[in-house]
T-cell receptor, first 115, second 115 residues
Framework: KAGVTQTPRYLIKTRGQQVTLSCSPI?????VSWYQQTPGQGLQFLFE???????NKGNFPGRFSGRQFSNSRSEMNVSTLELGDSALYLC??????????????FGPGTRLTVL | AQTVTQSQPEMSVQEAETVTLSCTYD???????LFWYKQPPSRQMILVIR??????QNATENRFSVNFQKAAKSFSLKISDSQLGDAAMYFC????????????FGKGTHLIIQP
């Protein structure tokens, strides 16, 4: 079974631009979560989607948004990029959140650099 | 809010020896899950082991085992017969049973394997 895939793997943008990252979960997984990883703040939860609905949201500004499609694929968007948005963005999928099978499996990440 | 603390920023162990990584957490919940993830230099986050809080028996996965002390809110990872491929950042993570939030991660422990 294929793992979680994320595209693109690397992105370079300039301040003020917007960016869209994509995540395809493991086949059969219906929950997708997004995390930001930086050297200073570590791993921080952005949001979680399940059945096309945002289920949870972390403490990030409204510039960070996401969505999930009917095939469980998810995208996250960051508008008006700031230098501090440079990070590794990780996507994770699980079968069903809040259940005994709620284990998150991660993709390889998208490295975003904002210049 | 839940917090996860890993007090050892870096650990070093000789190949074939045993090493224990520490993790403590703070929560008022009774239903939750704990995880150890490994992130090698390739950056892909890999699940090592998971523990359900309601289970008294410590989880094991081959050379990896945990010492789960619920009353002390401690969740350490023991790696037996350390191998060069075990070199990575190890993150301890927590999630409530209902999945009301995403994973909460510790800052990580950098494990070095000496040949």
């Amino acid at each position: 079974k294929a793992g979680v895939t994320q595209t693109p793997r690397y992105l370079i943008k300039t301040r003020g631009q917007q960016v869209t990252l994509s995540c395809s979960p493991i086949s059969g997984h219906r929950s997708v979560s997004w995390y930001q990883q930086t050297p200073g703040q570590g791993l921080q939860f952005l949001f979680e989607y399940f059945s096309e609905t945002q289920r949870n949201k972390g403490n990030f500004p409204g510039r960070f948004s996401g969505r999930q499609f009917s095939n469980s694929r998810s995208e996250m968007n960051v508008s008006t990029l700031e230098l501090g948005d440079s990070a590794l963005y990780l996507c994770a999928s699980s079968l069903s959140p809040g259940t005994s099978v709620d284990t998150q499996y991660f993709g390889p990440g998208t490295r975003l650099t904002v210049l | 809010a839940q917090t996860v603390t890993q007090s050892q920023p870096e650990m070093s162990v000789q190949e074939a020896e045993t090493v224990t990584l520490s993790c403590t957490y703070d929560t008022s919940e009774s239903d939750y899950y704990l995880f150890w993830y490994k992130q090698p230099p390739s950056r892909q986050m890999i699940l090592v082991i998971r523990q359900e809080a309601y289970k008294q028996q410590n989880a094991t996965e081959n050379r990896f085992s945990v010492n789960f002390q619920k009353a002390a809110k401690s969740f350490s990872l023991k790696i037996s017969d350390s191998q060069l491929g075990d070199a990575a950042m190890y993150f301890c993570a927590y999630r409530t049973g209902g999945g009301a939030d995403g994973l909460t991660f510790g800052k990580g422990t950098h494990l070095i394997i000496q040949p």
